[in-house]
């Protein structure tokens, strides 16, 4: 009896010990679960943080924290002399800006006097190059339509003029010849009857020149008598040089008159392109010799030419001077 109960109580701690291991199997693999459960949790949450902070590193910040303070932006002004056009309204820096090269003008180290020949047909012609605000001079051929008025315009707006000379060329009489001009068959008092009309019709001129002339200029005795008038009224002379043996400069050193020659015909093409080449010849000229006197007419290609060039040649170190000023440097 002793025995089967010693065996029975034998046979329920065997039953209790397989309980326990079951249970504690059951335990583990709760704890399996849960750590399992915790690692992928976890694992979810770094790969929402990481994302969520690329998505920071790559899109800029729409809003500021309590503690940040938002850098203040300054807009510039425009400049009053710069259109708005020239900013992007929707930026807030300016266009840049290119800075243009400052050309400074060259220093004045020549000096150039215009003369207009065949001044007194037109007033128009005298107000257009009156216009262009230089420096010239108007050579009036006495007797023109128009010279007694042109003459007074150009004095009021300080204008220097000029009698033109009206002189027998070599192709006389087919090449034809205002009819008060000076011709080699004249007495020399018919030469200075004819001086003297010159000098009452234009009594402002300073100086004279001579238009045509291939002919007369030559004649040393002619051109004496015509000089000396302009010595005694106290004129100088400008040689147009129409001729290469031409004897105007060689009497009025004779007779110690102020005079001057010509160094360039600016016209002698009516065309844009030949007249500015000519006057860069005039300036070439005037650099190399300190001064120089250029020649030209009214025509309409030459007053076009001429007021396009002209205001710029300050820019290029040549001053614009009045004829007087050349012809007693010389």
Do not use: W
């Not at 008025?149 to 000029?162: D, F, L, R, T």
């Not at 396009?308 to 000023?325: H, S």
């Amino acid at each position: 009896m002793a025995l089967k109960q010693q065996s029975s109580h034998a046979n329920r701690y065997k039953k209790n010990g397989k309980g326990g291991f079951a249970l504690a199997v059951f335990l583990v693999s709760i704890c399996l679960l849960m750590v399992a459960g915790y690692l992928l949790h976890y694992h979810q949450q770094t790969k929402t943080a990481k994302s969520q902070l690329t998505r920071q590193q790559t899109t800029p910040q729409q809003t500021h924290s309590s503690s940040e303070v938002p850098k203040t932006v300054t807009v510039p002004k425009l400049p009053l002399d710069q259109p708005k056009s020239d900013y992007n309204t929707g930026d807030i820096q300016p266009t840049k800006q290119v800075p243009q090269p400052v050309t400074k003008p060259l220093p004045v180290n020549a000096e150039l006097a215009i003369i207009i020949d065949d001044m007194g047909n037109s007033l128009q012609e005298a107000h257009s190059l009156a216009s262009i605000g230089v420096p010239v001079t108007f050579a009036i051929i006495p007797g023109l339509r128009h010279d007694r008025e042109v003459a007074h315009y150009a004095a009021g707006q300080g204008i220097e003029i000029m009698i033109h000379m009206p002189m027998q060329s070599k192709e006389y009489p087919q090449r034809r010849l205002e009819a008060n001009g000076l011709l080699l068959e004249q007495s020399d008092e018919e030469l200075r009857s004819r001086m003297f009309d010159y000098l009452s019709t234009l009594p402002q001129a300073v100086g004279a020149n001579n238009h045509m002339g291939s002919g007369f200029t030559e004649n040393p005795d002619k051109m004496r008598v015509v000089l000396k008038i302009l010595k005694d009224k106290g004129l100088f002379f400008v040689d147009s040089i129409t001729t290469p043996k031409t004897t105007g400069l060689k009497v009025a050193a004779e007779l110690k008159l102020a005079a001057a020659r010509r160094d360039v015909f600016l016209d002698n093409e009516q065309k844009e392109e030949y007249i500015r080449g000519q006057l860069e010849q005039a300036v070439a000229r005037a650099r190399k010799n300190g001064h120089a006197i250029a020649i030209c007419h009214p025509h309409p290609a030459t007053i076009s030419t001429l007021a396009k060039t002209l205001p710029e040649l300050q820019a290029k170190g040549v001053k614009l001077v009045k004829i007087t000023r050349l012809v007693t440097k010389q």
